[in-house]
């Protein structure tokens, strides 16, 4: 079972590379067991399919710290079909992230998220036109203001792409919110990436914002340009995949547990 798991893992998000790779693998595996249930022993809670555990692709036990988290990894499995489609399963894809990736080695992990709080996407603002400057200011300062009053981080705004640069004291008091549990950490470093954002990431991990306002505030140039030329729909489809993988970082933050 090990083989054949690390075999279908071993995917990426969709790009235009990963797509070419894709197309030269073979095609998805059958489904190979009938039951996907969660094995409680001490405070881990493991998959098991057909009374067996199961292996990450770094060969460690696919389990979880709690049982709602691993009984939502689990349903994921059990809501396959014929074929085991990775693609329709980012919640698995990402706590076998955050075994294999994070766990034994979380302060690359913390430093990167770091490293988007020097330009986070919040921090720049068009100068025009005046709609889109209100929308920004709408969904991004609330969250300015939030990191200023709730973790002493005062940054400050710029204008186009120009760099700015950022006070040490406010990249150090916001860094002091990065959560150093790996199973928080490995979401928080999901939404960063997934929305350019630390701040709005650190926002989602403090229930400032919800899921959904979080992606929104993450696309309001997108959505802005989508409203003036229309809507492309491998765009769409790419962003519907992002989107689900932003729901998987999200569970992993309802379902793991607090710091």
Do not use: C
């Amino acid at each position: 079972m090990r083989d054949v798991f690390e075999e279908i893992f071993d995917r990426r998000p969709p790009d235009p590379v990963a797509a070419a790779r894709r197309a030269m693998r073979p095609p998805l595996r059958q489904r190979f067991y009938e039951n996907a249930a969660v094995d409680e022993a001490g405070d881990t809670f493991s998959i098991l399919l057909d009374g067996k555990p199961v292996r990450t692709p770094g060969r460690r036990l696919l389990a979880a710290p709690t049982r709602e988290l691993a009984e939502a990894v689990a349903a994921e499995w059990a809501a396959q079909g014929e074929t085991i489609d990775p693609m329709a399963m980012p919640l698995t894809r990402l706590v076998n992230s955050i075994i294999d990736g994070v766990v034994d080695a979380p302060q690359p992990v913390a430093d990167n998220i770091a490293q988007y709080l020097s330009s986070d996407l919040v921090f720049y603002r068009v100068e025009g036109p005046k709609a889109l400057v209100e929308r920004q200011a709408r969904h991004w300062d609330p969250i300015v203001t939030w990191a200023r009053d709730k973790l002493g981080a005062n940054f400050i705004l710029g204008q186009g792409v120009m760099f700015v640069d950022q006070p040490d004291e406010a990249l150090a008091a916001a860094r002091t919110a990065i959560p150093a549990d790996p199973w928080q950490l490995g979401a928080v470093s999901s939404i960063t990436t997934l929305t350019g954002s630390a701040l709005l990431a650190l926002a989602l991990l403090r229930g400032r914002m919800s899921v959904e306002e979080a992606w929104a505030a993450a696309h309001v140039d997108e959505d802005w340009n989508m409203e003036f030329w229309g809507r492309d729909e491998r765009a769409m489809e790419r962003r519907d995949f992002r989107f689900k993988e932003m729901n998987a970082a999200g569970d992993v933050l309802r379902f793991a547990p607090a710091e």
